[in-house]
C-alpha cells in the first residue's frame, strides 16, 4: 500500500500543508515541536481513524479555528483510494472515495497503516490494556469479522457490568445466564483470532529482535488468555468460567472473565522483558513486534502497509539504525527525525522533507 499524498488544514500546527510521497523511505526532518510528529499522526489517523496520541478529537484541530480537514490519496493491489476526513467539536465525518461512512470502523482496511512512535513503549512496560490496545488495532484493520465480535462484545460487556450493579441479586442471577451466551459466542471468536494472531506473530517477532539485536538477544511471545483449542471449545470454557465467578462478579460489580482481561507474555532469553529488561531491550522489542506486524499484513493483504516511524532514530545505536532502515525500506515508510544523516540510511534512497513551524520547506534533493 502506499500514500501518495496528504493534505493538512487547520490539523494541530499546521495551517494548510500537502506532502508528497514516494514509494519508500519519506523523511521528515527538522528541530523539535516544528510538526514533524502531527504529520506522522496524521497518516495514521487517516488509515484507522485513531489518533496514538489524542484522546479527544478537537486536540487535533489548530488552535483559534472550528474545525480541521484532512485527506489523502493512496494505492492498494485493488486501485486508487482517497480518503477525506472533517473533524469538528469532537466528532470526524469521513469519506472513502467521495462517499460517506456511517461508522468510523468502515475506514479500517482500506490503507493500513502500522505506527511506531517512543511512546509505543507502553506496549511492552505498561498495563495489559496497552497489549490489548495493539492486537485489536491490528486484527480490525485485517479482519471485519474481528472489529465485529470486538464491537458486539464490548456492548454486551458493558450491560452485563450494569446488571452486576442491580441491587436485587435474584434479578441478576435469573438474567445473567441470558447475557453470558452471547458473552460467551462473542468472546471465543476474538480469543481465537487473538491466539492465532499471537501465534504467527510470535515467530516473525523473533525474527526480526534476532535482525535488530545481531542475533544477541531471543525473543518469545505467548498468549495469557488462558483458553486454547477451537472457538465452540472456547466459548463452553468461557460460559462455565462466568458460572465460576458469579459471585465474586457480583461482590465487584464487574466482569472478571474475557478477553478484556487478556494479556500476552513477553520473554527475552526466557526473562519477563517488562520487569527484567533495559529500556533499550524494551524499546527494541516493541520495535520487533510492529515489524512483525508488517509482515502479517503482507502476508495477509498481499501488501505491506505503510510503516509509520516517529522520532525512532535518536533512541537506537548507530547499528540498530542501520538495521531498522534496511528492513523499513522493504515497504513505503514515514520517519520523523532531528536530522537525516546519509550513514544512517546506509545508501538506500529516501526523499527528506523539512519541515519548520507547521510548513514544508522544499529540498532541492534529498539529502
Known amino acids: 500500500m502506499l500514500i501518495r499524498s496528504l493534505r493538512l488544514k487547520n490539523f494541530r500546527n499546521y495551517a494548510e500543508e500537502t506532502f508528497e510521497f514516494v514509494d519508500g523511505l ?23 481513524g485513531y489518533s496514538p496520541r489524542a484522546t479527544k ?27 477525506e476526513m472533517e473533524i469538528c467539536a469532537d466528532k470526524k465525518n469521513v469519506k472513502i472515495n467521495g462517499t460517506p461512512i456511517l461508522r ?24 495489559p490494556e496497552d497489549r490489548r490496545r495493539f492486537m485489536n488495532i491490528s486484527l480490525s484493520q485485517m479482519s471485519r469479522t474481528y472489529l465485529h465480535a470486538l464491537n458486539r462484545y464490548n456492548k454486551i460487556l458493558q450491560q452485563r457490568n450494569n446488571l452486576l450493579k442491580e441491587k436485587d441479586r435474584a434479578i441478576v442471577l435469573d438474567t445473567l445466564p441470558v447475557w453470558d451466551a452471547e458473552f460467551a459466542r462473542y468472546a ?10 499471537l501465534k504467527t506473530l ?31 471449545e472456547i466459548a463452553y470454557a468461557v460460559k462455565e468460567d462466568l458460572k465460576t465467578a458469579y459471585e465474586k462478579d457480583i461482590r465487584l460489580g464487574f466482569t472478571t472473565v474475557g478477553p478484556h482481561r487478556d494479556d500476552m507474555k513477553l520473554l527475552l532469553d526466557g526473562e519477563d522483558v517488562r520487569i527484567y529488561g533495559s529500556q533499550g531491550q524494551q524499546r527494541t522489542v516493541a520495535l520487533s513486534l510492529k515489524l512483525a506486524e508488517t509482515e502479517i499484513f503482507r502476508a495477509r493483504a498481499g501488501e505491506y502497509p505503510v510503516l509509520v516511524l516517529d ?20 515497504m513505503q515508510t514515514v520517519i520523523t527525525c532531528t536530522s537525516a544523516d546519509k550513514r544512517v540510511f546506509g545508501g538506500a534512497p529516501f526523499k527528506k522533507m523539512t519541515v519548520a513551524a507547521g510548513k514544508l520547506k522544499k529540498d532541492p534533493s534529498s539529502d
Not at 26 to 47: D, I, P, S, W, Y
Not at 57 to 83: K, N, P
Open 57 to 83: 478529537d478537537h486536540q487535533l484541530v489548530m488552535r483559534g479555528r472550528e474545525g480541521a480537514a484532512l485527506s489523502c490519496r493512496a494505492e492498494s493491489r485493488y486501485g486508487e483510494i482517497s480518503i
Open 104 to 127: 468510523i470502523g468502515e475506514l479500517l482496511g482500506n490503507v493500513n497503516s502500522v505506527f511506531f512512535n517512543p511512546n509505543e513503549l507502553k506496549l511492552v512496560k505498561e498495563s
Open 26 to 48: 519519506n523523511v521528515l526532518a527538522g528541530a523539535n515541536a516544528q510538526g514533524k510528529t502531527n504529520a506522522a499522526e496524521a497518516v495514521f489517523l487517516l488509515c484507522t
Open 311 to 330: 522520532d525512532v532514530l535518536s533512541e537506537l545505536d548507530k547499528v540498530r539504525q542501520r538495521r531498522l532502515i534496511g528492513r523499513a525500506e522493504r
Open 188 to 197: 471465543a471468536k476474538i480469543i481465537l483470532m487473538r491466539n492465532e494472531f
Open 202 to 232: 510470535g515467530p516473525l517477532a523473533e525474527e526480526a529482535h534476532a535482525c535488530l539485536s545481531g542475533g544477541k538477544e531471543t525473543l518469545k511471545i505467548a498468549s495469557e488468555s488462558g483458553y486454547y483449542g477451537g472457538e465452540e
